[in-house]
Structures are given as structure tokens and as C-alpha cells.
């Protein structure tokens, strides 16, 4: 299997904080590695030291197959980044932003032109082409800024959510066009707190908690770890919990759990179709009235909540900062790391 991607215990530290504390990571050609974790948990710090723009106090890590430290241009020419948010240049138009961008590659003048001409076209920027950027919506600037990282074509596409802010259907536009610059055999590493996002995305999943990769696998794979599907029966009156309660243990063998208010309960599934019928049964031959009945399948929030303690950071509000002072967003099966207390 070939690597674009290859980490080894990364660290970096910034006074008495260690940032990175021996960070993994294997991500095969053409795949989508999203990474998740709670704010500070050394995301940026990682995209930044694999993009070359810091470098590791310990580890070793390979882009493309060069080494990030002693064959920083080799890695330069071989990576695009868009980060949390658009770096174009405001007063310059669409056109104007992806030609001086080709002309820092080296790109001669016509191919910079050819170049700006067919990202635009392909990001459906064309009519905006000659406009400022800043006169651009925040969906529009994406783009352009997906599109200005993809100037020079290249093999290792770092993402550090770049969907920060965006409305669903600006958010839903981006995810297809990362789709495909991995058709085309692009490799992403995707930081998002979105973790839908993930879900659609990426082939695998890194969840990096305190500087360090806890678990990583596929997202069902992540899923399955917090449980199989579960039901959750919605009362009309919660003062009917104690019986409902019963019923659902007798009916399925398992003890259900009740939320804050006492008016939903959750019990886990064994047996799919016939622990739905036992338990409709049950409530029913209790006289317990319900206002839901519903399966739910583990999602990514369960695995978050239960691998990181708490629950996602809500991506519309502010992040918080990292440590070096950029902007926080921070293999067959599933692989968990024990925590220390520390």
C-alpha cells in the first residue's frame, strides 16, 4: 500500500504545553483521512508541520514521499492548503488571485492564465471572474480558495475546515468538489468539527485528543465501537418512566437509560426487527402511552462524546487557539490508545 502520507510520533511543544505528544498517521494514495478532536487538540499543529510551515521538535513525517524537514520544497510543490478561512487577496479579483498565484509557482504567464481560466470555470466562478474577491459571497470565497490551492495541480490536498461558516448548501457545493479532486486520485487530510462532514468524506478517521492520535478506523468501524442500534421510546408522560422502564427491561434483557427529563428512554437492540416488535408489545400491554418510537444507529457524536469526554465544539462559534498562535481546528479495524491520567 503506497502512503502520501506517513507519521511517526510527531511532538511539538510551546513552553510548558506539549502541542503534539507522538502523533501517527498512514494515509494511503487517493484516500480521505478526516481527522477529528476537541479544540487545542493539535489538528492545526499537525496540518502545519506536515504542510512545512512548522517543524517538529521529535518525529519524522513524509508528504509525497519527501521529508517534511529536510525536503521542504520537494513537499512545497507537492501539497495544496486551504486553511479555516479564505486567504485570497480581497482587492484582486477571482482571475487576477489565480494567476499571481501560478506565477509564485513558476508557471509561465500563459499557463497561469490557462490555469485561472480553467479553475474558474470548473469552481462555476467564471462570472465572477472579474470581480474584486471581496465583493464575494462567503461560499464563493471557499471556493476560489479551494480552487487557488489546486493551482499547481497537486497530489496532497491539506483541508483545515474548510467549511467553517458556510450554509448547508454552500457546505454540500465544496464537499462534492473535494469528491472530485479525489476521483481525479488527489490524497485529502481533512480537519473538520463537522462531523457529518467526516462522515461523508473520509475513507478513514483519526479522533486526536491532547496532542495525540486515541482511536482511528473507518467511520462504521468507530460507530460500532460505542454500541449497535439502539431504541428510543418517547413518553407522553414522563411519570409513566418507572413502567416503561420495566416493560423495556423485561422485553429486551438490557436496562434502558432515561435522558435529564425522564421523557425518552434509550435501550440498546440485540436482535434488530424482534426487539423492536417485544418491546412495541410490551409498552403497549402496560398501558404506556408513547409520543416516539424510533431506531438510531450510533453516529459520529457518540464516538466523539465517548472517546473525547465531552461533546463536539459547536463549529459556528469562535475557535479557540492554538498554542502557536494560528486558529485552532484542532489500520484494518479500529484502532484505540489508552489514556493516561496525565
Excluded at 94 to 108: D, I, K, P
Aim: proline fraction near 5%; glycine fraction near 10%; hydrophobic fraction near 45%.
Amino acid at each position: 500500500m503506497e502512503l502520501a502520507i506517513q507519521a511517526e510520533g510527531l511532538r511539538k511543544r510551546y513552553g510548558d504545553h506539549e502541542a503534539l505528544s507522538g502523533v501517527d498517521l498512514a494515509v494511503p494514495t487517493g484516500s480521505v483521512l478526516g481527522v477529528l478532536g476537541p479544540n487545542g487538540a493539535g489538528k492545526t499543529t499537525t496540518v502545519r508541520i506536515l504542510a512545512t510551515l512548522l517543524e517538529p521538535d521529535a518525529g519524522s513525517a513524509r508528504v509525497a514521499g519527501y521529508d517534511v524537514v529536510r525536503q521542504r520544497k520537494e513537499v512545497q510543490r507537492a501539497i495544496g492548503l486551504t486553511g479555516q478561512y479564505a486567504a485570497v487577496d480581497e482587492q484582486l479579483t477571482g482571475s487576477e488571485n489565480l494567476r499571481m498565484v501560478g506565477m509564485l509557482q513558476r508557471l509561465t504567464r500563459p499557463r497561469a492564465k490557462q490555469r485561472a481560466a480553467e479553475l474558474l470555470e470548473r469552481f462555476r466562478l467564471t462570472d465572477a471572474a472579474d470581480k474584486p474577491a471581496g465583493t464575494y459571497s462567503g461560499g464563493m470565497r471557499r471556493r476560489l480558495d479551494l480552487a487557488v490551492s489546486l493551482v499547481a495541480g497537486p497530489s496532497v490536498l491539506f483541508l483545515d475546515e474548510p467549511t467553517t461558516g458556510l450554509d448547508p448548501a454552500s457546505r454540500i457545493d465544496l464537499w462534492a468538489m473535494i469528491r472530485e479532486q479525489v476521483a481525479a486520485g488527489v490524497t485529502v487530510l481533512l480537519t473538520t468539527q463537522y462531523l457529518e462532514e467526516a462522515d461523508q468524506l473520509a475513507d478513514r478517521i483519526a479522533v486526536v485528543d491532547s496532542g495525540r492520535v486515541i482511536a482511528e478506523g473507518s467511520p462504521d468501524e468507530l460507530k460500532r465501537t460505542v454500541g449497535g442500534e439502539r431504541l428510543e421510546v418517547g413518553l407522553a408522560d414522563p411519570a409513566q418512566r418507572g413502567a416503561a422502564a420495566a416493560a423495556l427491561s423485561r422485553a429486551l434483557g438490557a436496562v434502558p437509560l432515561a435522558d435529564d427529563t425522564g421523557g425518552l428512554l434509550r435501550v440498546q437492540l440485540t436482535a434488530g426487527l424482534n426487539d423492536i416488535a417485544d418491546a412495541a408489545v410490551a409498552l403497549r400491554a402496560c398501558g404506556v402511552a408513547v409520543t416516539e418510537f424510533a431506531v438510531r444507529r450510533p453516529s459520529l457524536d457518540d464516538v466523539f462524546l465517548s472517546l473525547t469526554g465531552h461533546a463536539p465544539a459547536d463549529p459556528a462559534g469562535a475557535p479557540a487557539e492554538d498554542p502557536d498562535g494560528g486558529q485552532a481546528t484542532e489500520p484494518a479495524g479500529v484502532r484505540v490508545e489508552e489514556r493516561s491520567a496525565a
